[in-house]
Structures are given as structure tokens and as C-alpha cells.
């Protein structure tokens, strides 16, 4: 489809429907809000022309207060803006439901990075057999975390559910009826969603939307791909699961939780399994096969509730076997299809559904180890050097029990005992990771490897992959010393040997882009990943890399399958592996239509970047220099900006930083680390990148780029980054990808601030650097303006950004309220953070 085609499609599809639907709000059954939706476009057309004269947040509602009501107090005010709020909150809501009702109409199935695409140019390239080969050995897993980025309850999720459905059959009885409920469903979770809470809403999209997806994308797999002699195996598109497993920072997980999760994890696919074998039992109806499938029935009935019977995938799969052995002998094979079908879901799925994980930071890790050691080896840990402690940990005979503990160790030694049970009913893929946050030494999977055998597990029953995962500057430093040494130490490398010699490394995007800025943090990973791939095919290790990836370009998202088909030959493509969080679940993988679509972008990626041959990937030495030199000199000036004292106090006193953790919206704090200074190295990546995106700066996503742009045009030397962008996809899509977080942001909403006495040059510093890279990316590009070549997106983000302008105004004035200490704090703190909601949801992918 041509752009100009798609845009027009656009305006009739999504913004006309907006238009039409929109006007429904006016009869939403609002307590005393009839008049809401008059009063609204005031507050827009105040905004937006106040912003471009130069007027503060406060100035402009002031001037809709004056203007536009009769209000005079303070409560009656703050009560109309709530409102406005909550009116917004449903706008944002209907306009998602109408963007996702477009999206097959909106995408066609020869698009590029699909199957079809795919398919089509292997052919025309006689590269069929190659790409067959690659599908041998490669399979991509979309891991599901719980990260706070989410800010619907379940409740709202299910009429968004609804409510896309009834777009797509324009039934507007329906739409309205959905709408009003909409109007009185609460959008706020009264009380912080449990650990559990948050792994029922993810598995609400297992059983809904992926259980079929992923069924139906097997399918479509094996009917484009599969040969007489070729079928593309089952695990090929895998899912992982964190919510319930990550207790990374995250006090309110624990043992007890993981074993509850992997029962309902359990539970679910049986469900699925017990549906889908319903349906087919209706087509199935012959003697002997119907027999056959009726027991397998009351067996999966059994298995979901009655705790003591338990049931296993080889079970199911024989009588799936038995089934087919009578329907082909004496049916003619009829409806087998149908079978096979179910029988490959069987196999993808297993008795786990997805792969929970299981995560901790390497500091907790090591005060267990130097508790146990404490206690059970006779010494005191503080005294000893760590070579020493690892050796006690690696030949000690000790057995310990949680019972001997107390908290943290105590729950710790727990989970890795509980892991055994999980496996057994959930079977190995059911659980098999162990992940450790900040990693940078040898010692901090050694010290894992040690908590199983202190566990009482024989070396030969760890069961598990051990997960370093490098996250800060100096921990993707350290990675290619780390790796290489445990790859040589005896003993792991015998763990290895026993889990097929396949060694997963996660890599943190999130945290290195705090750490280090956009580019630097990009570059860093892309040349940690290189020295990992060396390190690991010298040692005849097959290396995985796991990236912890998050919605916006500040945290490794952005446009992900033109990140996967960039890297070229010098990084293992052996499997994709990332995360996906909170509103980028809804709006990426968040109905069928977009998840079939954004599986295979991620599958033809690596594909592609095997079989098919680009110059365009593999850097040259020049063009890794200069690179290098890029990101040296955007660093630098981003580590100025974490250097200068205004830092931390402009993100805690001007932005929504401290507001994170009291929304309700997820499980775990916001930051690491207890004490009330808040310290940078402690702040957690989403709301750190989160509280940028709510003031519209987006810093983490372009800070130093431009400058580091302009030096190298001032040395006349701009020619080589032209060179460098149409040469290099890697580059590009970098480049692109910024332009993304600049096109989300919106200086003039803050532009007041320049006028603070204690942040007016602090706040230059990040507008000057906005401009100047956002002339730099332009004039690279060749654009007249950001996003040009994605036109969609453009306008999505063109109509959100309309919709939340009166609810970025309100958060303004209500912190600028909070800073001058005027009126009721404790209203002006809520609107704060219900105006939070909106925005993030809107953003679809801010945090």
C-alpha cells in the first residue's frame, strides 16, 4: 500500500470514526459533566495558542477558568479539571479501540517483514532451501514483564476488548451501550495491583489473544514453509512470562507467589486446551475418535480441578496420537487438519503456556551467600575475598534448609527449592531461567549456581540456564572478561555441556540508556554483543541474547523489526529474545490481528539477516570509527548533564519523578534502593524515562546526539555521517529512532520554566540541545520534518498528542501549584497523578 493510499485510509478508518464516535461522549452518564465536552476544546484552542505565545501552563488555565466559567473557588475548580481528566481518560480509550479496529485494514499481508513478503523473495531469490535451514535453528520468544507501564484495570482492558470488536462491525447501539459503561467503570486501581494481580491481567491476553495468534501463525508457518521433508518445528515462537517470577526490587515476590503463578500459568493452558478440544469435538464425531477425545476431556477436566491429578504433555500428545491413528485408518482422515492443529498447539504450548522467569538483583544474591556462609562455614563472610567465599560455595558439601533462616534468605532458598515442583508439573520449559540483574562480575552467577547446590541439587539435577544480565556501562564492559572466564572455569563449563552448550546473556537497554545515553548505550551493546559472539563461538557455546528492551526508543524500543534486520554477521542471530511491557503489550501484541503481524515482523527479521545478503549491515572499519567517535562525544556531553547538580533535583521538583510509585499501577517501587536521598544509580529506568516522557522532553532518547552531530560538521567532516546514514541500517535505524522520541516531545509546555531562578538554565541546556538536534537529524536525513517516511504514525502521534495537550496543561498548573505551595497540596498531588494515567496510555509507548 502507498503511503499517500494508507493516509487517506487513515483519515476514513481512524480519524472520521474519531470524529463520529466522539460525539457519543456528549450523553456519557457523568455526574453534573454535561457540559464537558463544550468546554474542552476551550481548554485545547487556550493551549495551544497560549504555548505558542509564549504563556505558562498556569496562565492558560487561569484564562479557561476566567473565560470560559463562572467558578470561583478553588475546589469547584479542581473538581472541573478532574472531570476533564476523566472525559480525556475515555477519549484516549475510544481512540485506541479505533486505531486497533483499523490495523488489518491498515496492513496488508505482503507488507514488508511479513511471511508472505518473505516468502515471495526467497523465491524470486532461489533462496527458499536457505531460509528452511534458518528456520531449523531459529525461533524468537516475546517475554511478558510486569513492569509499571500499564495503567488500565482489568476491567477497562475487557471493554477495550469489546469495544475494538464493535468498531470493526461499526455497530454504534453497541459502541454506545460500551461507552457508557466506559463512563462508570473506575480507571484507577484503589490499591496497588499484588504480584499475582498483575500475572492474572498479562494471562487474560494468553488465553485471549495468543493462544490463537500464535496457533494460527504456526499454521500459516507451516502451509507457506513446510515440504514433504520440512516442517517448521513447534518452538518456534515462544512466549516468557516475568510477572510473579521478577523480584528484582520487588519485596512483595516471593516464593509462595512464583509456585501460585506457575499453577495459574498451568491452569490456563489446560483451559485453553479444554475449549479448543470442545469445538473440535463437535467436528470429531466418529466411533472411536469421539471415544478417545471424550476422555481426554474428563482427563484435562480432572487436571484443572483436582489439585492431586496432574497431567503431562506426552499424555495429552498420545491421546491426540491414538485419536488420529483410528481417524485416518477408518474415517478417510477426515477432518484431520483439525487435529493436527490442536496437536501443534500441544507442542508449543506444553503444560506451561508460557516460560516463567525467574529474577534477582547480584547484591541480594551475595548478602545470602554471605549470610550462609556466615553461619555455615565457620568464618565471617566480610573478612573473606571473594575468591575465597566462591571457593567454600563451590566445594562445599552443606546442605542448608530455608527453615535454619530468616527473610529474604529464607524465601530465596524457598523458590530455588520450589523450582524442582514447578518444573515437574509445568515440565522443564516451564521454568528454566534464572536471571541476575547487574551483573559484572564471574561471581555473580557462580554464586546462583551455588545457592542450588547448597539447595541439596546434584550438579547434574540443575536444571537450569543461568542468566547474567548486563545492564549498566560497566557491567557491558565487563561482559566479554566475565563470559569468557566462566566459559573456561571446569565446572560451569560442565553445566553448560549438560544444557546443550547454549548460553543465554541478557542485555539491559533500559539501564544503559540511563547509564550512558541513547547512542553510547546503543553502540555499547552493539559491540558487547559482538565480543560475546566471538568469545562464545571460540568457545563452541551457542549464545543467545536476551534484550531487555522497553516501549520507547529511550529504553530499546521503537521500530524493532528494522533494529533485528540491521545487525549484520558479526553478532549471533540464533534467536530474538526481548521484552515487552504494559501499554506496549495492548498496543503491539494487544488483539490478533497486531500480534500475528508483530510476530512475524520479529520472525522475518532474523531471518532475513542470515539469508539474505545487504552490504548495508556489516560495518566497515570506517564506519565503526566513526560511530565510535559519535558516541564518545554524546556521551560526554550527556554524562555533563548527569554531572550537573540541577539533575536529580529538576526530575524530583519539576517533573512527575516522585509521583511514580503512589499511582497504583504495578507491584514494585520505584526505585532500588531504601532511604529517602534519592539517588541517580538508584532510580528505576521507567519512571526515570517515564517522568521525561510526562514533561514532553524525552531527554534519554536524543540528549548528545545533535551535539555530537554538529561537532563533526564544525570539523567539516558531515559528508562521512551522510555516508554513514545511507550505508549503514544500524545507524538508521539509531537515527530514526530518536527522531521518534523528538517527534513525542513538546518544549513550549515547559518553556515557563526557563524564567526558575534555581532551573532556567538547567532547562536551556535541554532545549537548546532539543533544537540543535533536531536541525542536526533533519538536515542528516534530508526531511522537512520528523517521522516523514511513516506518515501513520505521524498522524496517530498527531492526534494523541491534540487529545492529552489540555491534560498535559492540567498537570503543569497542578505542579506549578505544588512548587509555589498555593491552595490544596493534596488535590493538586491528584491531579497529578491522575493526569498521569491519560498521558501514558496515550502515549502508548512513553515508558
Known amino acids: 500500500m502507498l503511503n499517500e493510499e494508507k493516509t487517506e485510509k487513515f483519515r476514513q478508518l481512524v480519524e472520521n470514526k474519531f470524529q463520529i464516535y466522539n460525539s457519543l461522549f456528549m450523553s456519557l452518564p457523568y455526574d453534573k459533566m454535561t457540559n464537558i465536552g463544550m468546554l474542552l476544546p476551550f481548554l485545547y484552542e487556550e493551549s495551544k495558542v497560549g504555548y505558542e505565545n509564549g504563556k505558562s501552563p498556569e496562565e492558560i488555565v487561569e484564562e479557561f477558568f476566567a473565560k470560559h466559567t463562572e467558578l470561583q473557588t478553588e475546589e469547584q475548580k479542581t473538581e472541573l479539571l478532574f472531570k476533564i481528566i476523566q472525559y480525556i481518560e475515555r477519549q484516549v480509550v475510544l481512540f485506541d479501540s479505533i486505531e486497533d479496529a483499523a490495523f488489518e485494514q491498515l496492513h496488508s499481508e505482503s507488507d514488508a517483514g511479513t511471511l508472505l513478503q518473505l516468502h515471495e523473495r526467497a523465491s524470486q531469490e532461489h533462496l527458499l532451501e536457505a531460509t528452511r535451514n534458518k528456520m531449523k535453528d531459529f525461533a524468537i520468544k516475546v517475554v511478558f514483564t510486569a513492569h509499571p507501564t500499564q495503567f488500565y484495570p482489568n476491567s477497562v482492558q475487557r471493554i477495550l476488548h ?54 494460527e501463525l504456526y499454521k500459516k508457518l507451516k502451509n507457506s514453509f513446510g515440504t514433504s521433508h520440512f516442517v517448521p518445528h513447534q518452538d518456534m515462537i515462544q512466549l516468557g512470562f516475568w510477572p510473579g517470577g521478577d523480584r528484582d526490587g520487588n519485596p512483595f515476590v516471593t516464593a509462595e507467589i512464583t509456585q501460585k503463578v506457575a499453577q495459574e500459568l498451568h491452569s490456563s ?54 485419536a488420529e491413528k483410528i481417524l485416518t485408518e477408518k474415517h478417510n482422515g477426515l477432518f484431520k487438519n483439525l487435529l493436527d492443529d490442536y496437536r501443534d498447539r500441544v507442542k508449543i504450548f506444553g503444560t506451561h503456556f508460557a516460560t516463567l522467569d525467574v529474577r534477582q538483583d547480584s547484591r541480594v544474591h551475595q548478602q545470602i551467600i554471605d549470610e550462609i556462609i556466615s553461619k555455615k562455614s565457620g568464618k565471617i563472610a566480610e573478612n573473606l575475598l571473594t575468591d575465597e567465599k566462591l571457593k567454600w560455595l563451590m566445594e562445599t558439601e552443606t546442605v542448608v534448609s530455608p527453615e535454619e533462616f530468616e527473610g529474604i534468605t529464607k524465601d530465596t532458598l524457598q523458590n530455588v527449592l520450589n523450582i524442582k515442583n514447578i518444573q515437574k508439573k509445568n515440565g ?52 566479554e572478561k566475565v563470559m569468557k572466564n566462566l566459559y573456561e572455569l571446569p565446572v560451569y563449563r560442565k553445566h553448560l555441556e549438560r544444557r546443550g552448550n547454549g548460553q543465554t546473556i541478557m542485555l539491559g537497554f533500559s539501564d544503559g540508556t540511563k547509564d550512558g545515553g541513547y547512542l553510547k548505550a546503543n553502540w555499547e551493546i552493539y559491540e558487547t554483543k559482538e565480543q560475546l559472539t566471538k568469545i562464545s563461538e571460540e568457545n563452541d557455546i551457542k549464545v543467545i541474547f536476551f534484550d531487555g528492551r522497553g516501549g520507547p526508543p529511550a529504553r530499546g524500543g521503537g521500530k524493532t523489526h528494522d533494529f533485528y534486520a540491521s545487525q549484520g554477521k558479526t553478532i549471533a542471530n540464533n534467536k530474538i529474545e526481548l521484552t515487552i511491557q504494559g501499554q506496549t503489550i495492548t498496543s503491539v501484541f494487544g488483539n490478533k490481528d497486531q500480534a500475528k503481524y508483530n510476530f512475524e515482523q520479529l520472525l522475518t527479521a532474523g531471518i532475513e539477516n542470515d539469508v539474505f545478503k545487504n552490504s548495508k549491515k556489516d560495518l566497515t572499519e570506517k564506519e565503526r570509527k566513526l560511530i565510535e567517535e559519535l558516541a564518545e562525544i554524546s556521551f560526554q556531553k550527556y554524562s555533563d548533564l548527569k554531572a550537573n547538580k540541577m539533575f536529580v533535583p529538576y526530575l524530583q521538583e519539576m517533573s512527575t519523578l516522585e509521583y511514580y510509585g503512589r499511582t497504583n499501577i504495578g507491584s514494585r517501587p520505584t526505585k532500588r534502593g531504601a532511604g529517602n536521598e534519592l539517588k541517580f544509580e538508584d532510580l528505576r529506568a521507567i519512571p526515570f524515562v517515564g517522568s521525561w516522557a510526562q514533561l514532553k522532553q524525552n531527554v534519554p532518547g536524543f540528549f548528545g546526539f545533535g551535539f555530537a552531530l554538529k561537532k563533526l560538521k564544525d570539523e567539516g567532516r558531515f559528508d562521512e555521517v551522510i ?125
Open 428 to 479: 522443564e520449559r516451564g521454568l528454566h531461567r534464572y536471571i541476575i540483574s547487574n551483573s559484572d562480575e564471574i561471581k555473580d552467577v557462580l554464586n546462583v549456581f551455588g545457592l542450588f547446590r547448597l539447595c541439596g541439587y546434584k550438579e547434574d539435577e540443575i536444571n537450569i540456564d543461568i542468566v547474567p544480565l548486563f545492564e549498566t556501562m560497566e557491567g557491558l564492559d565487563n561482559a
Open 269 to 322: 493452558i489446560l483451559k485453553s486446551y479444554y475449549a479448543h478440544l470442545k469445538n473440535l469435538r463437535r467436528r470429531l464425531s466418529f466411533r472411536g475418535v469421539s471415544e478417545v477425545l471424550e476422555s481426554l476431556s474428563h482427563d484435562l477436566y480432572d487436571a484443572i480441578f483436582k489439585e492431586e491429578i496432574g497431567i503431562s504433555t506426552e499424555q495429552i500428545l498420545s491421546k491426540i496420537n491414538e
Open 162 to 215: 469489546d469495544l475494538r470488536a464493535a468498531i470493526m462491525k461499526d455497530s454504534v447501539s453497541e459502541i454506545d451501550m460500551l461507552l457508557q459503561q466506559l463512563g462508570k467503570t473506575p480507571f484507577v486501581n484503589k490499591e496497588k495491583p499484588t504480584p499475582l494481580d498483575e500475572a492474572m491481567s498479562i494471562i487474560f491476553y494468553l488465553r485471549y489473544v495468543y493462544y490463537d495468534t500464535i496457533g
Open 723 to 847: 555516508s554513514l546514514y545511507k550505508g549503514s541500517d544500524f545507524f538508521k535505524t539509531l537515527v530514526l529512532n530518536s527522531m521518534m522520541s523528538m517527534n513525542k516531545s513538546y518544549f513550549p509546555l515547559t518553556s515557563y520554566m526557563k524564567n526558575n531562578e534555581k532551573f532556567g538554565t538547567f532547562w536551556n541546556i535541554l532545549n537548546d540541545e532539543y533544537e540543535l538536534s533536531k536541525q542536526m537529524m533533519l538536515e542528516l536525513t534530508g526531511f522537512k520534518m520528523l517521522m516523514e517516511e511513516e506518515p501513520l504514525s505521524r498522524k496517530s502521534v498527531k492526534i494523541r498528542e491534540k487529545i492529552v495537550l489540555p491534560l498535559l496543561s492540567i498537570q503543569q498548573y497542578a505542579l506549578m501549584k505544588i512548587q509555589k505551595q498555593e491552595g490544596n497540596r493534596e488535590a493538586y498531588e491528584k491531579l497529578v497523578m491522575r493526569s498521569l494515567f491519560g498521558n501514558i496510555n496515550a502515549s502508548r509507548n512513553s515508558a
